[in-house]
């Protein structure tokens, strides 16, 4: 991978089954993770038209393998500009600086 600074190489694991969850309510908010992310689980518009609270969303189409996932190891990137609810059971987005997230 090469960065601004300088070329650096990071090794990742592919971990099945894995569960996260928050400190303080623990089972409550645990979450199994999906072991691989394919381009098929790429939102696209007609996916969210179906909200009424998400009409307004126009996502780009994206035919692209995923190469790189951001994780909230890097704040600035990821910091909520615009949050976008509906009712209980339906989906959210998040507007972050690269765009909008579900």
């Given at each position: 991978m090469n960065t601004m600074?300088?070329?650096y190489t990071?090794?990742?694991n592919d971990i099945k089954n894995l569960i996260v969850c928050d400190l303080k309510y623990m089972q409550i908010?645990?979450?199994t993770l999906p072991s691989?992310?394919?381009k098929d689980q790429i939102p696209h518009t007609n996916?969210?038209?179906k909200w009424s609270h998400l009409q307004e969303i126009e996502l780009p189409q994206i035919d692209s393998d995923i190469g790189l996932l951001l994780g909230i190891d890097f704040p600035y990137a990821n910091s909520p500009l615009l949050v976008i609810t509906g009712p209980p059971g339906t989906p959210h987005v998040i507007r972050i600086r690269?765009?909008?997230v579900a």
């Amino acid at each position: 991978m090469n960065t601004m600074g300088e070329r650096y190489t990071m090794y990742t694991n592919d971990i099945k089954n894995l569960i996260v969850c928050d400190l303080k309510y623990m089972q409550i908010y645990a979450i199994t993770l999906p072991s691989n992310v394919s381009k098929d689980q790429i939102p696209h518009t007609n996916d969210i038209n179906k909200w009424s609270h998400l009409q307004e969303i126009e996502l780009p189409q994206i035919d692209s393998d995923i190469g790189l996932l951001l994780g909230i190891d890097f704040p600035y990137a990821n910091s909520p500009l615009l949050v976008i609810t509906g009712p209980p059971g339906t989906p959210h987005v998040i507007r972050i600086r690269l765009g909008f997230v579900a």
